[in-house]
């Protein structure tokens, strides 16, 4: 993989990043459900955790597999990657070491895989800034919270002091510079909400203003995601999610309504990213031609500060 070239090629894997600067907003969830519907829709998907603390997806992806050895259906896996940490104390021979090992994940997967799912931490670090560059979507989970539409700009109740680009907007535009400029690149940004409360209520009325609001001035798309639901996460310790056919296998024949809407949420989520999925009679690459091309005039028209 060469970051520095300057070259419009596509390689055939379409990177989605799943990020965020807040911990506990849905990144690992939302990754590991985006994962599993793209193997589901038969595509051809590699994974990479980069959180090396938490280690989420990796260890959602061992239980999977491990459970895939015993189920009586067959269990769909993508190539998972977990990244090491640099132990040294030097900060600039551990950030090598890192370069080094995620350069070398992204190019044993980058012309053989259809998509790369990359789970992200919580925190700043130069890998992260490096994974976001690469991203071709990147969805950011985002909780009915002030408290996370703070992470993308600053939320006060002064106006005068509201409205600064905070830390992680600041970084994901970065991440759009650089990508125009080494290969001509766009980031499809989208907000996804998450943990969404089954009542609508005022708060979340004010939170969707805001963020609409926001959405025009950083240039990012919004979906609906997923509700709070325990589905999403009850069935981590065995690997599964609710698109797995857990009716057969855990759930004695039936679905809750809940888990149906699950199911439902899921492959809505992953319609409003509009990926370059399968198409009949369309190449993978045609698709993805037809996706940047489709997103560069989106943005251009939408939201010419992003572009
Ligand atoms: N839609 C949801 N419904 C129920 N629980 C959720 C949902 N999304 C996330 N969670 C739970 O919230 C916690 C944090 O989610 P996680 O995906 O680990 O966040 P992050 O990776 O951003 O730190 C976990 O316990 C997870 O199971
Ligand atoms: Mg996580």
């Known amino acids: 993989m060469d970051f520095e070239t300057d070259s419009t090629d596509l390689r055939s894997a379409h990177v989605i990043v799943v990020g965020n600067e807040k911990g506990g907003a849905g990144k690992s969830t939302l990754s590991i459900h985006i994962a599993v519907a793209l193997l589901k829709s038969g595509h051809k998907v590699a994974c990479i955790d980069l959180d090396t603390r938490q280690q989420t997806m990796t260890r959602f992806f061992e239980n999977r597999a491990s459970w895939s050895k015993h189920a009586s259906w067959p269990i769909e896996l993508p190539r998972h990657c977990a990244m090491g940490r640099g132990e040294s104390h030097d900060v600039r021979a551990n950030e090598a070491q890192e370069f080094a090992?995620?350069?070398?994940?992204?190019?044993?997967?980058?012309?053989?895989?259809?998509?790369?799912?990359?789970?992200?931490?919580?925190?700043?670090?130069?890998?992260?800034?490096?994974?976001?560059?690469?991203?071709?979507?990147?969805?950011?989970?985002?909780?009915?919270?002030?408290?996370?539409?703070?992470?993308?700009?600053?939320?006060h109740h002064d106006r005068d002091r509201r409205g600064g680009v905070a830390h992680y907007a600041d970084l994901v535009l970065q991440a759009r510079r650089k990508r125009r400029i080494v290969d001509s690149g766009v980031i499809d940004w989208v907000m996804v909400r998450n943990r969404i409360?089954?009542?609508?209520?005022?708060?979340?009325?004010?939170?969707?203003?805001?963020?609409?609001?926001?959405?025009?001035?950083?240039?990012?798309?919004?979906?609906?995601?997923?509700?709070?639901?325990?589905?999403?996460?009850?069935?981590?310790?065995?690997?599964?999610?609710?698109?797995?056919?857990?009716?057969?296998?855990?759930?004695?024949?039936?679905?809750?309504?809940?888990?149906?809407?699950?199911?439902?949420?899921?492959?809505?989520?992953?319609?409003?990213?509009?990926?370059?999925?399968?198409?009949?009679?369309?190449?993978?690459?045609?698709?993805?031609?037809?996706?940047?091309?489709?997103?560069?005039?989106?943005?251009?028209?939408?939201?010419?500060?992003?572009?």
Do not use: C
């Open 197 to 307: 409360a089954s009542l609508s209520n005022n708060n979340a009325k004010q939170i969707a203003v805001s963020i609409g609001r926001l959405s025009r001035e950083l240039g990012f798309r919004v979906a609906d995601g997923f509700h709070d639901r325990v589905i999403f996460r009850e069935l981590f310790p065995i690997g599964l999610t609710a698109l797995d056919p857990i009716e057969e296998g855990v759930n004695n024949g039936g679905l809750t309504n809940s888990q149906i809407s699950a199911r439902r949420e899921i492959e809505e989520l992953v319609k409003a990213l509009a990926l370059p999925t399968r198409a009949p009679g369309v190449e993978h690459m045609e698709q993805r031609r037809l996706w940047r091309d489709r997103v560069l005039g989106y943005y251009r028209e939408q939201a010419p500060m992003a572009h």
């Open 101 to 155: 090992a995620f350069a070398q994940a992204i190019s044993d997967v980058e012309h053989d895989y259809e998509f790369v799912v990359i789970d992200t931490p919580a925190s700043d670090s130069y890998l992260m800034r490096l994974a976001h560059s690469l991203a071709d979507t990147l969805v950011s989970p985002l909780n009915d919270s002030y408290i996370d539409v703070d992470v993308f700009s600053r939320v």
